[in-house]
């Protein structure tokens, strides 16, 4: 593998760890997936390159379906690696909580159209939240880490990807989290027909409801 400098550590990862690097004069960040002694050591390494390479080929789908995601530099499969892009900019997570209606409505949309966009072409994120979306100087929104992304054609996976987003947005928005995903739903509907957007819309409330039964259960 090419030599890569500095190397600061930014998150540790369940799965794999991110860092920080610098590779040929360009601020990048790699993406190391971590061994699991819990495994045998030659699925551990089987399983670690195959997500190493399906996640690649993801971002690189997405890239294809009009979906703006980080410039893949080097994929090192062996050592379950990958040097990506590194985006300046701010995480959605922390924007959309100090900016106007109408900013938070235009942006909004714009995650919807991008969603939208991946699932016409089945591809599913598996990890949709606010700080997956990082908007940068010129306005672009990217999506990034596709780690537990997939190809999958059936409803109940778009369904999931728009479930969590909304728990996230009730979470970590929750004063406004419903305008914001009803823009995220119009900016969805703009990419996908009206008869598609509602079948994953009750796909969704669906998965909700399941949630709630589970717990309503646990009681």
Not at 6 to 22: C, P, S, T, V
Not at 108 to 113: L, N, P, V
Not at 126 to 132: A, F, I, R, V
Not at 156 to 181: P, Y
Request: aromatic letters at 8%.
């Amino acid at each position: 593998m090419d030599k890569l400098e500095q190397h600061i550590l930014l998150k540790k990862g369940a799965e794999a760890n991110l860092y920080l690097d610098y590779w040929h004069g360009k601020k990048v960040i790699t993406k190391i997936r971590t061994q699991k002694k819990y495994r045998p050591e030659a699925l551990d390494t089987q399983i670690r390159s195959y997500r190493t390479m399906h996640e690649a080929q993801l971002l690189h789908q997405a890239k294809s379906a009009g979906v703006t995601t980080p410039l893949i530099y080097m994929v090192n499969v062996p050592e379950a690696t990958i040097v990506i892009e590194y985006i300046e900019g701010i995480q959605i997570k922390k924007y959309i909580n100090k900016v106007s209606k109408i900013e938070r409505k235009k942006v909004c949309t714009k995650i919807g159209e991008l969603v939208g966009r991946l699932h016409r072409e089945n591809l599913i994120h598996g990890d949709l939240t606010t700080s997956n979306m990082i908007l940068d100087k010129q306005g672009t929104i990217f999506l990034v880490d596709f780690g537990l992304g997939e190809k999958n054609v059936e409803l109940e996976a778009k369904g999931v990807d728009l479930h969590l987003l909304k728990r996230v947005l009730q979470s970590t928005h929750f004063s406004f989290w419903e305008t914001c995903f009803n823009d995220v739903l119009a900016g969805y509907n703009l990419v996908l027909s009206d008869k598609l957007t509602e079948k994953v819309y009750e796909k969704t409330i669906e998965i909700e409801k399941r949630g709630r039964y589970v717990e309503e259960r646990k009681r």
